[in-house]
T-cell receptor
Framework: AQKITQTQPGMFVQEKEAVTLDCTYDTSDPSYGLFWYKQPSSGEMIFLIYQGSYDQQNATEGRYSLNFQKARKSANLVISASQLGDSAMYFCAMREDLIIQGAQKLVFGQGTRLTINP | DVKVTQSSRYLVKRTGEKVFLECVQDMDHENMFWYRQDPGLGLRLIYFSYDVKMKEKGDIPEGYSVSREKKERFSLILESASTNQTSMYLC???????????FGEGSWLTVV
């Protein structure tokens, strides 16, 4: 069963506009975490932002914020004032804690290719 | 800085060959992961490990096995490579108390 779903295969946005990348997840575990990663054409995976399931406030990191709606099981990434350098693949991921202490499973979504137009 | 090193960036192997992909991390992380990345499918989890000699199947384990004899090293093994295993393979590691996943640079495997 798909645990992480990114429904937007591709998005095109004008420079300086805000953009929202969608991510929904499925888990019955009360303790989990959600990540967003950026993968430019160079292939490296760049950490953007993290949200824990018990965090009271939505995570923010500079121009990145995570719109965490727990009841809807969504964790959308918002990029404010987009820049040309934001063009990349974006992946949402979920950490699940297993019964064995310290053991974790990490699953990723299909990704969204974001293109910023000048 | 945490470093996750994958032994080979680019490999070309023949159908039926046994293939080893090595991953080493230098920060004593408990959890290590192997993914394959294919266009339109994202990163799919093959196997993961949370301790030495402990391993768990991910979502697509068929055709693969893994080995973790030492904490810092997690190997992915293709017992008999097939053309549908042509892909980019990513290794990752994480410590339970840190909210970051560290990735290797990826290994591009072509099976001909």
């Amino acid at each position: 069963a798909q645990k992480i779903t990114q429904t937007q295969p591709g998005m095109f946005v004008q420079e300086k506009e805000a953009v929202t990348l969608d991510c929904t997840y499925d888990t019955s575990d009360p303790s989990y975490g959600l990540f967003w990663y950026k993968q430019p054409s160079s292939g490296e995976m760049i950490f953007l932002i993290y949200q824990g399931s018990y965090d009271q406030q939505n995570a923010t990191e500079g121009r990145y914020s995570l719109n965490f709606q727990k009841a809807r099981k969504s964790a959308n990434l918002v990029i404010s004032a987009s820049q040309l350098g934001d063009s990349a693949m974006y992946f949402c991921a979920m950490r699940e804690d297993l019964i064995i202490q310290g053991a974790q499973k990490l699953v990723f979504g299909q990704g969204t290719r974001l293109t910023i137009n000048p | 800085d945490v470093k996750v090193t994958q032994s080979s960036r680019y490999l070309v192997k023949r159908t039926g060959e046994k293939v080893f992909l090595e991953c080493v991390q230098d920060m004593d992380h408990e959890n290590m992961f192997w993914y394959r990345q294919d266009p339109g499918l994202g990163l799919r989890l093959i196997y993961f490990s949370y301790d030495v000699k402990m391993k768990e199947k991910g979502d697509i384990p068929e055709g693969y096995s893994v080995s973790r004899e030492k904490k810092e090293r997690f190997s992915l093994i293709l017992e008999s490579a097939s053309t549908n295993q042509t892909s980019m393979y990513l290794c990752a590691s994480r410590s339970g108390g840190i909210n970051t996943i560290y990735f290797g640079e990826g290994s591009w495997l072509t099976v001909v």
